[in-house]
Each structure stands twice: as C-alpha cells, then as structure tokens.
C-alpha cells in the first residue's frame, strides 16, 4: 500500500465509524433484490398456478399493491360473484366497486334503505349491477352485511403511526362483536353466517381477546364445516378465519397446534398461502416433531415441509426429498421442484453470469500524476466522484484476493458443483421412477442441471425423453435445448435463433425497464451478449431493447455501435422479408428506419461530420419530428432547441436536421466565399454557443443521459448486460469522451478563433475574443467547470483590440475588464 493508499483509507474509516450516522429524510430508490438476478427456468409452467406465493420471485408473478382492486382481490370478488347464482352474475369491476370503494353511509342511505323501505331505486342502484340485482331481489340481508363489514374495517387495519396512536377502540370492538353475534344468529344463508363469523373472530384477534378469537371459531365457523356444501368448505374466508385462529393459538402458547392450523391453510386455501407463508415458522426440533405429530396424512406432512423450506432461502434438498417421498403425484413436489431450481440460479449462476467486470479508469488509478489541466473542465461532480472513487480502490487494495481480474462468466463454472449434480439426481430418479405426476417436468429439470453443467450429450439424452404432452413443459425444454445449442456452438445461427423465436413467442414481456426480471428479458440479455462476443452489434442491440434492458441497449447505439453496424441495422429494418427471430425483435418496437437515421445523424455530428448527418436527417419524414416532440414535454430540450446562428439576443429554434443544413449551408458558403469566411465563421461559433444539445441522442435517451453515466442509482461501468471486460473499457472510453465534450462550448470557441485569425474587421475579431472568453467561462452543463485560468482572449482584448469601439463599450460596461 502507498502513502496515497493509506490516507484515502484512514479519512474514509476514520468518517465511517467516528461521526454520527446521518439518517435518510428523502426518497431512496432501493433496487429489488432480484434486479440482476438470472432465471431461465420459468415457475409458472406448474399447471396450478395458485402455488406463485412459493415462488423465488413471487412479487414478480403476483399483484403488487399498484394493481387493480379486480387483480389483488380476485379469489374473494369472484367468490361475491358466483354466490348470488345469477345466470348474468355481475362483472368483477362492479362488484369491486361495491365491496371496496363504495362507503358504509351511502351503502345504507342510498342501497339498504330502499330495498327496506320499498323505495325508488337512485342514480347508485341503476349505476352497478351486484346492487340493481340486490334491489331486484329484495335481498336486504347481503347490504346490510356490507354496511357491518365497512363498520369494523377502520378498527382491524394496520397501525402503521404507532407512536401517535392511541390503541384500538376495544370498547367499540367488543360493541361490534356483540351486534355481530346477533346478525349471525338472524340471517339465514350459510355464507352470510362464514362472514359474520370472520368479522366476529377477526374483531376478537385484533382486539387482544385471543382466547375468545379461539371461542368465537369455535362457535361460529366450526358448525357451518359440518355441512356438505363445498362453497363453504372451500371460501375464501374459511381460510382467512382459520388464519385468525391460528394467530390466537400461536399467542395463547400453542405454537405447534397454530403451525400445523397454518400449514391446513396453505394446503386448502389459495388465497391464504402468502399469510400461512408468513406467519409460519418451525422453531426448533422438538416443536417441529410436535407439529408432524398433528399431521394425519401424508399431505398434511408434505405442506409442513414446504412451508419449512419457505422460511430458508439456503440450498437444501431435504425439504423437496421428504415432499417427494410424502406426495411424489403432487402438484407440491413439482412446485418445490422448481423452486430449488430457482434458488440454484439465484445463489450459483447469477454470480457468474452478472459479475460486474472492472473499467480500466483514470480514477482506478490514485497512484497516477493527474494533469490539472486535464480534468479543468469536469466540475464538481466529477472532482467529488474520483475522490470517492480513490478511497473505494484502496479499499480494494486491502482486501483484494489476487492480482488477476476474473473475465469468465461461462457456465463452466459449475461443472463440477455439487449441489447441481445432487438436483439433477434427484430429478432424474423421480421422473424415471413413474410416480410423480407429469415427468415430463422432472426430466426436464434433470436436463437443465445437465446444462449448467455443460454436459450437453446429457442434457439432450433427458430432453429426449420428454413427451411433450405438456405444452408449458414442452416450450420450456424446447428453450433449454436453444440455450445448450448456443453454448455448445459458441455462436448463433439461423437455426439456433428460429428455436428461440419459437420457445420465446408465448412467454411473459417486461413493460418498463425495472419490470424486466423475467425469463424472457435474461434470455434474450444472454444471447445479446453472444452477439456482441461475435461482433453482431444490431442484433445485440434489437436484443437488448427487446428485453427493456433499455440503458444498456441505449449505451450499445450511442458509445460502441459503428456506422456500419447502424447500416447493417438499417438493411435488416428495410429487409422484405425476416426471420421469426427478427420478426419477434422488430414487433412494437421504436426501432424504425427514421429513429436509426436520427441516431446514425447525430453521432456524425457529434464527429463533426455535418454532410454526412444531413444526408441521414433527409432521409427522416417531416411527421417524425413533430410526433417526437409530444412524447412529452421534455423533448423540447433536445429535439427542438436554441438555434441562434444571429447572434446574442435572437431567439430562433430548430431540430437536428436544420441544424445539421444551417452548418452546412455556412461551411459551403465559408468556403466558396473566403474574403468574407470570417462572417460565416461567426454565425457558426454563434450557432455552436447558442446549443450543448447538438450531439445528444435525443431519439434514443428522452432525457436521461447524463443521469444514466454520472448519476444514476445503480448504473456501474461493466455491470450487468453488458459486463464483458474488453467490450465494457471500449464503452467507457467512448462514454467518458462524450461527457468530456457534452456542452463545453469547444466548437464555438475553436470558431471563433477561426474568425479572429481570418477577419480583417477588428470589431469583429473583439467581439469574437470576448465571445471566446464566454465559451471558456461559461460552459452550457453543470459536467464542467468554467476554465479561467487561460488569460489568452482577455489579454489580445487589452493589447490588440483596445482601441476598437467594442472594448471602449465593454470597459464602460465592464471595467473589470481592464484588470485583465
């Protein structure tokens, strides 16, 4: 370690444990645990999807708090709806709207008061169908539930301001139980007496009366199980009573008895998984013996051992052994199948395959001598981020466990894992020992293991055996078999992309770029960056942007795809006829033959190859800059912007293409006419000074750029997709050249020392000295820091120029300027 590498270290520990931890007063953004996570292996192929609560990724498969009231509380709004026994049962919306958003006072003004009274039906019966059917029917029984059921909600939620809450009315609670004891009792429908009795019990639960939460099951909920109607036996509120019970057991030290009640909710209730999921845990040997002890059959055993492999993410096969030797034909065993498969790609194949690759940058090297002059110009920002950057690399240093950086993410890498072969074996004696319920499945997850193992010749032997009686099945071996084919070849082919088209066309796609954890999206980053391994730049894009890995598909066109690549692009675009495989790329999306000449355009003029952008613009339609202006309000920074080539205080606007033709008009004329050059010269330092934006890829960033390369939460040079060590240098030198240019007003200041060095008018070349100063002082971003070190322009001013009339108006304006 240097002396440098020591004092970096000793601020950044002496900081980190010596002053106060500062708490968090703002929005932080915390990225999802499986953003980078890798899964070829699709859960929902399971024929039951009821089980996605088991899932690894469950949030991914299940409503979040976001969704509609339809999709969160589905199991109980068609259960309201299939109890009325209608022949036209009311839509999901409607009932939803009654059960959820409609309140207690207007549900008995407007709705029980009517049917009661024999009134007139208002604007709130006619306007929903669950209650014109009500009103219909006469039903006065069902309202008057959900006028009781609005009551008690207030008194059962969440208490989430716990220091400023005062407790729960459990006067009031004790009230509400009482009245609806007597509802109970009155009403005559089995179904209303279950959600009576859930309001009961529930009320009970929450306020602390465990024991009379036990009563009042007892009492109520029991009674109606002894009937043989299977809508009650299977509700949805069974399952949430039951889970009341279960928590009363739990509080009144029956922790075994309250388990297994737990472990008989998540084996009957659908709805209820996720809350059995929740509130079990084993504890330890002698209590989890005690709970086996309650389980009569050996499905009831087998959903106890799911739910204690729920609690424990670790790599285990003994949970999914004991299910498999309980309940081989159960959906269980598949379900537990899959998600020790899961795991098994989350903790051994997502390090491999996402391992963030180290840049070679100059912050990567505190030891060096930094020119000053070099980093004049990169601001605050940047001085702050290579200051941290230096502490983080020797830290690295201290701890580093050897010299060599790992560039492999091959799947070779878990040949020879033990746990891998373990889970293949299993799977294989399963599927070959016909007992399992489809094993197809089994086969075809002894075939996976054999693929991440890369032992091809086995992984094609089990996909052999696969039937294809199952179509999920089917389309999931077919996509193992396309991933073995590509990695066994090394490249893809025509052949190898018509097998993903195929195995890809049905399966789930990402809306946004942070929903994109599915199989499909890591499917198609893998083969992404097999194109970019092969020097397929366009497909590795089309890939990419597919998978709503946008900012890395937006890196890839704007920093590392060459002008023939963007050609190529162009042709597959233009092609008559395409592939499966290019037809499933190019389906819906923004990659049009306009958007690839708008970025094509501004990269040349980011070279400063103006001709060259022109003829790209002119290949555009008019329409597609006004349809890319409404995309929002924003766009006006970068598709419509200051186009001033008139000098200080004009105000024109303009898009890239008249841009690009207003450069080119000036150069053409500043070269055809050379006594008069100088004008033309500063019309363009002016029309240069006026905009940063002229080398911004607008069509393809809308905005975030910048924040993308400097700012953003979790954006890390090589990081995952595009962590491929040689690839990931070359697109950070190419990024960093960008930020180093993006609105410093270097063009505007090498034209107008172009029109100092032509002009014969020695206003002009004052005006234009000034103006060079400006362009050093005054850069257009925040990236950079004005440059008033170079005393240049202000010293020609004073001795070359001090006699002209603009330096005599400028000492007048700004007698500062003398000083200099």
């Not at 008194?155 to 139980?177: A, K, N, P």
Request: contains cysteine.
């Amino acid at each position: 370690m240097t002396f440098k590498h020591f004092i970096y270290t000793l601020f950044f520990l002496t900081n980190l444990f010596a002053l106060k931890n500062q708490e968090l007063t703002a929005c932080a953004y915390i990225p999802e645990p499986n953003r980078n996570s890798i899964t070829f292996f699709n859960p929902d192929i399971v024929t039951d999807t009821t089980y996605r609560a088991c899932y690894v990724d469950a949030g991914y498969y299940m409503p979040d708090e976001y969704a509609s009231a339809e999709m969160r509380y589905r199991y109980n709004l068609l259960e309201w709806q299939q109890c009325f026994n209608s022949s036209g049962p009311p839509g999901l919306q409607q009932v939803a709207e009654v059960i959820y958003d409609i309140g207690a006072e207007a549900l008995q003004k407007d709705v029980l008061n009517p049917i009661l009274q024999g009134g007139k039906p208002g604007k709130l019966i006619q306007g929903n169908a669950l209650l014109r059917l009500l009103y219909d029917r006469k039903d006065a029984e069902t309202p008057a539930y959900l006028v009781y059921a609005k009551r008690c909600e207030p008194f059962v939620q969440q208490i989430w301001e716990y220091w400023d809450d005062s407790g729960r009315d459990t006067l009031q609670m004790q009230r509400l139980i009482e009245e609806g004891v007597r509802h109970y009792a009155a009403v005559k429908p089995a179904y209303l007496k279950l959600r009576y009795a859930f309001q009961v019990v529930r009320l009970a639960h929450y306020s602390g009366r465990y024991s009379d939460c036990i009563l009042y099951y007892n009492r109520m909920a029991t009674p109606l199980l002894q009937s043989e109607d299977s809508f009650i036996k299977k509700s949805v509120v069974l399952g949430w009573t039951m889970a009341l019970k279960a928590g009363a057991l739990l509080r009144t030290d029956k922790p075994a008895e309250a388990m297994y009640l737990f472990s008989a909710v998540f084996n009957h209730f659908a709805d209820s998984r996720k809350i059995a999921i929740q509130n079990f845990n084993y504890g330890n040997e002698i209590l989890w013996q005690q709970m086996l002890q309650f389980a009569t059959t050996p499905a009831e055993k087998a959903a106890l051992w799911a739910l204690r492999s729920l609690q424990d993410n670790a790599l285990d096969t003994a949970p999914l052994e004991q299910i498999y030797a309980l309940a081989p034909e159960s959906v269980l065993a598949e379900v537990m199948l899959i998600r020790e498969i899961n795991k098994t790609e989350r903790f051994l194949l997502t390090p491999f395959l996402t391992d963030t690759v180290i840049v070679e940058t100059d912050t990567g090297k505190p030891d060096a001598e930094v020119n000053q002059n070099d980093i004049k110009e990169n601001g605050i920002w940047h001085k702050i981020k290579n200051f941290f950057s230096k502490i983080w690399h020797s830290i690295k240093k201290l701890f580093k466990r050897g010299d060599t950086q790992k560039e492999s993410h091959a799947i070779s890498d878990l040949s020879n894992n033990s746990y891998i072969e373990k889970l293949k074996i299993i799977s294989e004696k399963a599927a070959a020992g016909k007992k399992v319920r489809n094993a197809d499945l089994w086969y075809t997850a002894a075939a996976y293991m054999a693929y991440l193992q890369q032992n091809y010749r086995q992984c094609y032997g089990y996909l052999n055996r696969v039937s294809g009686s199952d179509k999920k099945v089917q389309r999931q071996a077919n996509l193992i078999y396309a991933l073995a084919r590509v990695d066994e070849a090394g490249a893809l082919t025509a052949e190898t992309e018509g097998l993903f088209a195929e195995a890809l066309k049905n399966m789930p796609r990402p809306q946004y770029e942070y929903n994109n954890y599915g199989i499909f999206s890591r499917v198609l980053a893998r083969l992404a960056q097999n194109y970019l391994e092969n020097g397929n730049v366009p497909r590795a894009f089309l890939c990419l942007d597919k998978a709503m890995e946008t900012s890395a598909a937006n890196a890839i066109l704007d920093f590392y795809a060459s002008e023939a690549d963007l050609n190529e692009l162009q042709n597959l675009l233009n092609a008559p006829r395409k592939t499966a495989f290019d037809t499933l790329l190019l389906n819906n999306s923004r990659c049009t033959p306009a958007f690839v000449a708008d970025v094509l355009g501004t990269k040349l003029m980011r070279k400063l190859q103006y001709t060259g952008a022109l003829q790209q613009f002119e290949k555009i339609p008019d329409d597609y800059w006004l349809k890319d202006t409404l995309h929002y309000f924003t766009n006006a920074n970068y598709i419509y912007f200051t186009c001033n080539f008139n000098g200080m205080g004009v105000s024109d606007s303009c898009n890239k293409a008249g841009f690009a033709r207003k450069v080119v008009e000036l150069q053409q004329a500043a070269k055809q006419n050379p006594q008069t050059a100088d004008v033309y010269y500063r019309q363009l330092a002016d029309g240069f000074f006026a905009t940063p934006y002229w080398g911004y890829n607008g069509a393809l960033w809308h905005g975030s750029l910048v924040a993308t390369l400097n700012y953003y939460y979790d954006y890390i040079p090589g990081s995952y997709p595009l962590n491929l060590p040689q690839f990931a240098n070359d697109l950070y030198k190419t990024q960093q050249a960008f930020l180093e240019e993006y609105g410093t007003r270097k063009v505007a200041l090498a034209y107008y020392e172009k029109v100092i060095e032509t002009t014969k008018d020695p206003e002009l070349a004052a005006s234009s000295a000034y103006m060079a100063i400006l362009a050093q002082q005054e850069p257009l971003t925040s990236l950079h820091e004005g440059n008033y070190k170079d005393r240049r322009f202000q010293k020609m001013l004073k001795e070359k120029y001090a006699g002209t009339g603009f330096y005599r108006s400028m000492v007048q304006t700004c007698p500062g300027i003398e000083d200099y």
